[in-house]
């Protein structure tokens, strides 16, 4: 049966989703701290968690640590209204199905929790990657979906192509994922093709024989 668990400090936010996910017949339970939610495992195990990361006396962060070290199947949404590269990543890193900047359109936030119910019913188990930061920071909501996508890419094999304008920041977002890919080990080389002569650039990249 399809359960989702909502941990939120805000009693506001947890009344949000209890209507929300009832009008779309999805059965929830809120807790106001981790602390409950971890005590609820003892009776059952939620499809899917919806946490937040700051709370009194233990982080989000924290508690998807415990669930995924235990859980790993769950799928785990995290929300803040204190974004950053830093903590985005960090999500990632730590396992979260997908990480949401408050404040939120809940009607998309129902499409990710439905998303997630579904990838929880294929015990999929999201990757787990430890890397390091470049110097990237904002509050818009338009760096947020850079960050989010920094997260997800960094766990993919997928070639990526960055584009944007020079100086938008393309190579600190490569570095990124990079960086917290699983080649960070090693060297990341980045080089400038458009001072490179034409003749030359198939020879310095791939050498001459």
């Not at 989000?60 to 995290?78: M, R």
């Amino acid at each position: 049966m399809k359960n989702v668990w909502i941990v939120d400090d805000d009693k506001s936010i947890r009344w949000v989703f209890e209507k929300a996910l009832s009008k779309a017949k999805i059965p929830c339970k809120t807790f106001e701290n981790t602390k409950q939610a971890i005590n609820q495992f003892n009776q059952e195990q939620p499809s899917v968690i919806v946490s937040d990361i700051r709370m009194p006396n233990e982080s989000g962060l924290e508690f998807l640590t415990k669930v995924k070290s235990k859980f790993p199947e769950i799928p785990i949404i995290i929300m803040t209204a204190y974004s950053d590269l830093d903590t985005t990543v960090s999500a990632f890193q730590k396992g979260a199905f997908e990480y949401i900047a408050k404040p939120f359109d809940i009607d998309k936030t129902i499409e990710i929790i439905n998303q997630a119910l579904e990838y929880s019913t294929k015990n999929n188990q999201t990757q787990k990657v430890i890397g390091h930061l470049p110097e990237i920071i904002g509050q818009a909501q338009s760096m947020q979906e850079v960050f989010r996508a920094i997260g997800r890419l960094s766990q993919s094999n997928a070639t990526v192509l960055l584009n944007g304008e020079s100086g938008s920041g393309k190579e600190l977002v490569a570095k990124a994922i990079h960086n917290n890919s699983n080649r960070r080990d090693n060297p990341f080389i980045a080089i400038n093709t458009a001072a490179i002569p034409q003749d030359l650039l198939e020879v310095d990249l791939f050498g001459h024989e």
